[in-house]
């Protein structure tokens, strides 16, 4: 089971040695995104494609295969391919016209051809030939403007290939091409979606979390940092930060003008930004700031804002309405974060000035002890490795029974998001199966029947796990995990 990989176009626009770079990259990618999924692929480069064999098809290897490449940065498109040796446009019809008769039957269809090398004719003669045969075996009509099905060859010198039909991909940049930033999460609609842009646009990206809420904030919001990392940038290791933020809410909460709060919260966190960049050699912060979406996001105010530090501000939402960003959310999977987890920035300011003075922000600002809020913030800020946030959850000290073989009475609750557990749905004898998404267990498990017993499912174990520990934290113990034997 052969793909071909074709990149975003930005890419092919590039100098030779800049594409041949990034087309480098994305075979990489691929692999350590494969390898991190437990998915076999050998991938190699050529100058304007990648072509990946993901080995003997089974249903389950395609489904894999097909996911991880529509959600690879890099990759606009991929058609799956199957390889022949080209001796003539005769020959060529007779090996791949028992696969691609029964595509066509009773539809319109196109053949498309694209030949590179030395042959005695040119693209659109064949397609005039090998399109002449099929109709004369099929009995189904031409469409050379909208057809129901476009059978794609590509003709390389002494090698055809032919592809089935185009699957959009992500598009952007592979990941790790434009550097490093460190992206605020805060686990609502905005900054999820401003990382995935950033992610999109190639860039390497850490999270970034000030924590205001307690511990089950922090843990939502590392689920959500997971889960776009495992989804669409494992190719590469990165880091969650979480700053204890708690002192310098106080202070703002007791010291300064209700106006100006939440600008001044802003600058905080940008000051405190800075230090971690320098300190983990990144380029730039990310936030999910939207041009006068709230009162700290008016022009003056984000003014106000970047006064603070030389490092450079992304703001990938900059631009976009509200709906916009909840239904782009939506699409790549961060809404259900963003719904069950409260806004704690939101609470910061009551009648806020949208258009204060510099010189009033300063001088409500100096009311605080700023350097020493930054130094003990910098000092106290906890680093892990993104790889570690489903182990980080042991801190909690609870064990959970994991079992491969369900009880009679068991119920399984597939906590996987909703796009994933409709492509592939779980399916158990005589057992009832419960759809209820990792990040509304902890807020939706105490509507079930507390008289039965929930094993918890997901494709890889980790969110099942997480959300088991965190259901035996808050005093649910008639909760295990699933975890199937693979045939």
């Known amino acids: 089971m052969k793909f071909i990989l074709r990149l975003f176009p930005e890419i092919s626009i590039k100098s030779r040695p800049v594409r041949n770079r990034l087309t480098r990259l994305v075979r990489q990618n691929l692999v350590n995104t494969c390898n991190h999924h437990g998915i076999k692929v050998n991938a190699f480069a050529q100058w304007d494609k990648v072509i990946a064999d993901f080995g003997e098809e089974t249903p389950e290897k395609r489904q894999a295969a097909e ?4 959600r690879l940065p890099g990759v606009h498109s991929f058609l799956e391919v199957k390889e022949y040796a080209f001796t003539d446009l005769d020959s060529l019809f007779e090996v791949i016209k028992d696969d691609n008769l029964p595509r066509i039957q009773g539809k319109t269809f196109a053949v498309r051809v694209r030949r590179r090398g030395s042959h005695e004719f040119n693209s659109q003669q064949a397609e005039r030939i090998i399109g002449g045969k ?4 099929s009995g189904s009509t031409v469409n050379l403007d ?112 209700h106006g ?22 990144s380029e730039a912060l990310v936030t999910g700031e939207s041009l006068a979406q709230v009162s700290s996001q008016t022009l003056t105010n984000l003014s106000h804002i970047d006064s603070v530090t030389d490092t450079l501000i992304i703001r990938p939402c900059v631009t976009m309405d509200k709906q916009e960003i909840i239904d782009e959310s ?81 119920v399984v609750l597939d906590v996987r998001a909703p796009d994933d557990a409709e492509k592939s749905p779980v399916k158990v004898a005589d057992h009832q199966v419960i759809l209820m998404p990792f990040y509304r267990i902890a807020k939706d498990f105490e509507t079930l029947d507390p008289a039965k017993n929930y094993a918890l499912f997901c494709d890889q174990g980790v969110m099942s796990t997480m959300q088991a520990r965190q259901l035996k934290e808050m005093g649910h113990h008639n909760v295990k995990i699933w975890r199937p034997v693979k045939n």
């Open 260 to 281: 100006v709060r939440g600008v001044i919260l802003k600058r905080m966190m940008m000051r405190v930004g800075e230090q971690i960049c320098r300190r983990y050699h």
């Open 134 to 137: 099929f109709k004369a075996a």
């Open 67 to 70: 996911r991880e490449l529509s």
């Open 146 to 257: 909208d057809p129901d099905i476009t059978i794609h060859i590509e003709i390389e010198n002494q090698l055809a290939y032919v592809t089935g039909e185009r699957m959009m991909g992500m598009g952007g940049f592979p990941v790790g091409s434009q550097g490093e930033v460190f992206s605020l999460i805060s686990g609502g609609f905005d900054s999820g979606v401003s990382s995935h842009r950033v992610i999109r646009r190639g860039c390497r990206v850490n999270y970034l979390f000030f924590n205001m809420g307690g511990t089950a904030h922090e843990l939502g919001v590392k689920q959500e940092a997971y889960f776009i990392w495992d989804r669409y940038a494992s190719s590469h290791k990165v880091r969650f930060v979480t700053i204890p933020f708690e002192e310098t809410v106080g202070q703002i909460l007791e010291r300064t003008h």
């Open 330 to 410: 939506r699409r790549i999977g961060t809404l259900g974060f963003a719904e069950s987890m409260p806004e704690y920035c939101g609470v910061i300011s009551d009648h806020p000035n949208v258009c204060p003075k510099r010189s009033f922000v300063m001088e409500e600002e100096a009311k605080m002890d700023v350097d020493g809020l930054v130094e003990r913030a910098v000092a106290s800020a906890r680093s892990i490795d993104i790889h570690e946030i489903p182990a980080d959850a042991d801190r909690l000290k609870t064990e959970v029974e994991t079992v491969s073989e369900l009880s009679v009475s068991d």
